[in-house]
């Protein structure tokens, strides 16, 4: 089976690229079931997954009146080649927010939804994005890594140092393990082939990059903000995302927890897809 194939709801629309001649960007759509959407979520995916990793969510939102699009980077999920690599972190915000203008639905609210390292990007596509943008979502965002991860990440740093800048030769520091315990493990996890599980060294020079000046573009953001943290994640440090979440605006914010590992969408699918649903209908009024 192959796990990219759209299932039931979901199609694939393709960004053109006329400058470069070239296919364009494919990424991910799910229609709402009512004939006028509430609001666009577009979804950043993590490093190491791609957007179909949304659907236990995607179909919920769907189902909600929601109009749902997985935002695909080159190299990633449904667009291959160069997988592994990015060319520059402008190349990574400039992909996503083509895609975001070509999929969302137009004179309807805009929320960038960002999952991971998705979050990361998420952050930068705000900031540039200004008034076209409604609201952010960040679910178990990557901004600070837990110890275990920063540790295996400034190896890897060292690794890549002499290896060519392009060459997925990187092994990723999280382990599938980290994601889900559940039955999505080994139903869906460890059968995704097209998950990164290696990476460049001018990917992980990029990420760096862009994890830092997140940080403080976070704080410059004035959009409300929602934020969903897992209890039992063993990637992020929750604390220090807390902390910087109160440096915001308390009125502007809102921070919820859910018992479960990093992957939320396959340890509590339901009860996130209800939480953001919600935060839609307060602070946006969708």
């Given at each position: 089976m192959d796990l990219l194939a759209p299932?039931?709801?979901?199609?694939?629309a393709t960004v053109p690229d006329e400058e470069n001649g070239s296919e364009g960007l494919r990424y991910r759509v799910w229609g709402a079931e009512h004939p006028q959407p509430r609001a666009t979520l577009a979804v950043l995916s993590?490093?190491?997954?791609?957007?179909?990793?949304?659907?236990?969510?995607?179909?919920?939102?769907?189902?909600?009146?929601?109009?749902?699009?997985?935002?695909?980077?080159?190299?990633?999920?449904?667009?291959?080649e160069g997988r592994g690599d990015t060319p520059s972190a402008k190349v990574l915000v400039d992909d996503a927010r083509r895609?975001?203008?070509?999929?969302?639905?137009?004179?309807?609210?805009l929320v960038i939804v960002g999952w991971c390292w998705g979050a990361i990007l998420g952050?930068?596509?705000?900031?540039?994005?200004?008034?076209?943008?409604?609201?952010?979502?960040?679910?178990?965002p990557g901004l600070y890594p837990s110890e275990r991860i920063s540790a295996r990440m400034k190896a890897l740093g060292k690794e890549g140092k002499g290896q060519p800048p392009e060459a997925a030769v990187l092994d990723s520091p999280i382990e599938d393990e980290m994601f889900t315990t559940g039955p999505a493990l080994d139903a869906f996890v460890r059968r995704d082939e097209a998950r990164w599980r290696r990476f460049s060294p001018r990917f992980l020079e990029v990420s760096s990059r862009l994890s830092m000046a997140a940080r403080m573009r976070l704080r410059k953001l004035a959009l409300p903000l929602f934020v969903a943290l897992a209890e039992d994640d063993a990637t992020t440090d929750n604390e220090k995302i807390v902390a910087e979440l109160a440096r915001l605006p308390e009125e502007r914010v809102r921070t919820t927890f859910l018992p479960g590992a990093h992957g939320l969408q396959f340890e509590a699918p339901q009860a996130l897809a209800e939480r953001l649903d919600a935060w839609a209908r307060d602070a946006l009024g969708v």
């Open positions: 299932t039931e709801g979901e199609s694939i993590g490093v190491m997954s791609n957007t179909a990793w949304f659907r236990p969510l995607a179909d919920r939102w769907r189902a909600m009146g929601y109009r749902v699009i997985g935002v695909e980077r080159r190299g990633s999920g449904l667009n291959t895609v975001v203008e070509h999929g969302r639905a137009a004179g309807r609210p952050v930068h596509l705000a900031h540039g994005m200004g008034e076209q943008l409604d609201g952010l979502a960040l679910l178990t």
